[in-house]
């Protein structure tokens, strides 16, 4: 009886993903009790965020790719009329429309895209595998900058650009040549000052902070001072967990979300920030290993797009808080305290997960 239900938990979970997922999941336990002031409710909290996504994992492990192949269409489209729906009656938080509030529950559509936007483009692409032309490139950038848009107008510059992201790596991996990769990003260059232009005051402000924090220091830069300060304070070994000084005498902000990474590298230093390095990189190595894999071209677009949004997280996160990119609210995965972020994080492991262990044995 208990080795048929050890079979009914574990069937369709790629144990090696999820060794490297745990690991990181306990680091991220660790670090959130001491960035919280070792606080239990924080912790308590986090902990059921963690058993939610968990289970949200397994479940999307048990769904064969090509049940995600059916449903794409219908949620991106679903995704969509719900950020319309927050375009025109979305609640408004700290100057912000981000949440759509549908009277049982409060939720935010930006994230359902995170997952809905490259399994919409995986799915374009599988069905036109045959024979694609610049069209497709060009319908596939259409159906990427419409959420895109609608995200930028919240406005969240952090999601949206991890939802450009994602649908650029589907894109790419479906074969866009370099030439017009190169193009697009010439294009990018000229139109900055356009973009620039279009930017809120905030967000401009966030770029000329990451040129010279130093000029507003106690406004625009503090979060980007304080965090290097944290950083480069951990030295080679860390100060030791629970002793960090830029943590636990509140000159840290956002301790235990967006600048969790600062807390670490303060309390575990450069050897620990090595290590945290590596695990990352074990499982962006074994989503990249699912991807190669992966036995049809819905699969390897997804499953290469999961794992790529994956690094970018990371990437942006770490880049913010070091202070080589601009402040834009992106958690560091798996680690940060949060819901709705560690679920779609989650959704999009089991979804690897489920490429990985529905393949079809060839037969010899």
């Not at 866009?176 to 401009?204: E, F, T």
Request: aromatic residues 10%.
């Amino acid at each position: 009886m208990v080795r048929r239900l050890a079979l009914v938990l574990t069937a369709h979970i790629d144990g090696i993903l999820l060794a490297f997922i745990g690991m990181l999941v306990g680091i991220g336990v660790a670090v959130l009790y001491s960035a919280s002031g070792e606080s239990f409710p924080r912790l308590s909290g986090q902990l059921v965020n963690l058993a939610v996504a968990f289970a949200v994992m397994w479940l999307a492990a048990k769904i064969p790719p090509n049940n995600l192949m059916r449903i794409a269409l219908p949620a991106y489209l679903f995704g969509s009329l719900l950020l319309i729906g927050v375009a025109l009656f979305g609640d408004i938080t700290n100057g912000a429309r981000r949440w759509l509030d549908l009277g049982v529950v409060r939720i935010q559509p930006s994230e359902l895209m995170k997952i809905a936007v490259p399994m919409m483009l995986a799915w374009y692409f599988h069905r036109y595998e045959g024979g694609l032309q610049i069209r497709h490139y060009a319908i596939a950038t259409a159906v990427l900058l419409v959420p895109v848009v609608l995200i930028l107008r919240q406005p969240d510059l952090g999601t949206a650009l991890l939802i450009a992201a994602s649908g650029f790596y589907v894109l790419f991996l479906a074969g866009l040549s370099w030439r017009i990769i190169g193009g697009l990003a010439l294009a990018g260059i000229a139109a900055a000052p356009v973009i620039w232009n279009l930017m809120h005051d905030y967000q401009r402000r966030r770029v000329l902070t990451l040129l010279d924090p130093t000029q507003d220091p106690l406004g625009a830069g503090y979060h980007t001072i304080q965090s290097t300060i944290a950083v480069g304070s951990g030295g080679l070994a860390g100060k030791g967990w629970l002793n960090g000084t830029q943590t636990h005498l509140d000159f840290l902000p956002e301790r235990t979300t967006d600048f969790i990474f600062a807390v670490f590298s303060e309390e575990f230093g450069l050897i620990g920030n090595i290590l945290l390095l590596v695990l990352f990189l074990a499982v962006i190595g074994r989503g990249m290993v699912i991807t190669a894999n992966a036995p049809t071209t819905f699969a390897r677009l997804l499953a290469g797009a999961i794992t790529l949004g994956f690094f970018t997280y990371a990437f942006v996160n770490m880049g913010m808080v070091s202070g080589i990119l601009p402040v834009v609210g992106v958690p560091l995965p798996l680690i940060s305290y949060g819901g709705t972020s560690l679920v779609t994080i989650c959704l999009g492991f089991g979804i690897l997960m489920s490429i990985q262990t529905h393949r079809k044995l060839v037969q010899t």
